[in-house]
């Protein structure tokens, strides 16, 4: 099983980011697919989820109306389209697929918003 992030790197603030996640070993098309972030000194949070489908998405308050997840299960990939950038989304950015009695985790991308 491989989740491999990328796409993070500097940007200003109000800029926009697209990460990507790639898939393999695994039924990427089953799975429903998180973002998550971490930020120096704080917890791993989650950031947007989307089902297996791609019929339902769900974000964190902070992230509505800037960010967008989404996937192609014809090429085992989940995006994360970021907009709207702030300074306090800098953060390492996770891509995650649930998993019973393992989730399965990406190594992380870092994005940095600063001018």
């Known amino acids: 099983v491989r989740l491999v992030e990328s796409g993070g790197g500097l940007v200003q603030p109000g800029g926009s980011l697209r990460l990507s996640c790639a898939a393999s070993?695994?039924?990427?098309?089953?799975?429903?697919m998180n973002w998550y972030r971490q930020a120096p000194g704080k917890e791993r949070e989650l950031v947007a989820r989307?089902?297996?489908?791609?019929?339902?998405?769900n974000y964190a308050d902070s992230m509505k109306g800037r960010f967008t997840i989404s996937r192609d299960n014809a090429n085992d990939t989940v995006y994360l389209q970021m907009s709207s950038l702030k300074p306090e989304d800098t953060a390492v950015y996770y891509c995650?697929?649930?998993?019973?009695?393992?989730?399965?985790w990406g190594q992380g991308t870092q994005v940095t918003v600063s001018s």
């Open positions: 995650n697929a649930p998993n019973w009695p393992n989730d399965f």
């Open positions: 070993g695994f039924t990427f098309s089953s799975y429903d």
């Open positions: 989307i089902t297996s489908t791609g019929d339902s998405t």
